[in-house]
């Protein structure tokens, strides 16, 4: 369904993004090499509990943690692993979902784990363009497919890079999952119209080399992720965000001076 929220809502939504990223916050002191991806599940429940908010993704379709990391052509849904040590040069994908007081909130942020070449730089430096792009878009009267055209534009024509399809942004509020879909692919003036009060998610992943990708299972067999298909490495960031007559306003905000435009 497709909700059109009131200013109360927002602001709730709002307060809910401040814990998520409070969460990022404080992982860019955690992530580095030699601890294990297991650490970033412990700091995220931990910090979740201390701001009275619950992790949204525990429990949601038998998922058991609070957060998904993935790490290098891992795409999205990876499980946090004790056994999964961080190495020098590593990329990491974090993603959760945070509610508070019934407020969903969803936010992916990539790491470097210490030094990263120079094409991890500019992977990351292109996938977090091309959100914010994506973001540009998201304005009263544009069409969805402005948000997918704009990126894939980006991703595809301007940096040779895959645009992954499979896996797409969406509505939020009031459950972690609602309409409209939001694809990082699409064609300019077609889809459906955006509107004031609208909340959604935009969250490309993009790939050093084919935008597709392969699923794979966790070696329980419980539980289903995605990496890249030829093994290339992969970004992701995430915001979730809402349509206002000023244009879209971030609700995850991990920078107020970077996102200082897009604030309520
Ligand atoms: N936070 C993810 C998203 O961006 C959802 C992850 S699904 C889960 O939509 F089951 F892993 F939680
Ligand atoms: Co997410
Ligand atoms: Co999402």
Redesign the pocket.
């Known amino acids: 369904m497709i909700t059109i929220k009131s200013a109360r809502e927002i602001e709730k939504m709002a307060a809910s993004g401040a814990v998520l990223a409070g969460v990022h916050k404080g992982l860019r002191d955690i992530i580095k090499p030699g601890i294990s991806s297991w650490e970033i599940e412990r700091f995220a429940n931990r910090y979740i509990a201390e701001h009275g908010a619950t992790p949204?993704?525990k429990g949601?379709?038998g998922?058991k943690?609070a957060t998904?990391v993935s790490v290098n052509d891992e795409v999205?849904?990876a499980i946090p692993r004790k056994e999964l040590i961080l190495k020098n040069g590593d990329i990491v994908k974090v993603?959760?979902?945070v509610n508070l007081d019934g407020f969903e909130s969803?936010s992916?942020w990539s790491y470097a784990v210490g030094e990263v070449s120079d094409d991890v730089k500019h992977l990351m430096d292109v996938t977090k363009k091309a959100l914010y792009l994506g973001i540009d878009q998201a304005t009263v009267g544009n069409r969805i497919g402005d948000i997918g055209h704009a990126i894939q534009d980006f991703v595809e024509n301007k940096n040779h890079m895959g645009d992954v399809r499979e896996?797409i942004?969406?509505g939020i509020q009031p459950t972690?999952?609602e309409q409209p879909n939001v694809p990082h692919y699409g064609e300019a003036g077609h889809g459906l119209r955006l509107r004031e009060g609208m909340t959604i998610?935009i969250?490309p992943m993009v790939n050093l080399g084919t935008w597709e990708i392969s699923s794979k299972m966790t070696p329980d067999d419980s539980w289903e992720y995605y990496v890249s298909a030829d093994g290339s490495l992969s970004a992701q960031y995430?915001h979730t965000l809402v349509i206002t007559k000023d244009g879209p306003k971030i609700l995850t905000s991990q920078d107020p001076d970077f996102d200082a435009k897009y604030l309520l």
Do not use: I, R
Request: net charge negative; with cysteine.
């Open positions: 949204s993704e949601f379709e998922y943690y998904c999205a849904h993603d959760m979902t969803d992916c896996l942004g969406h972690m999952h998610t969250e995430e």
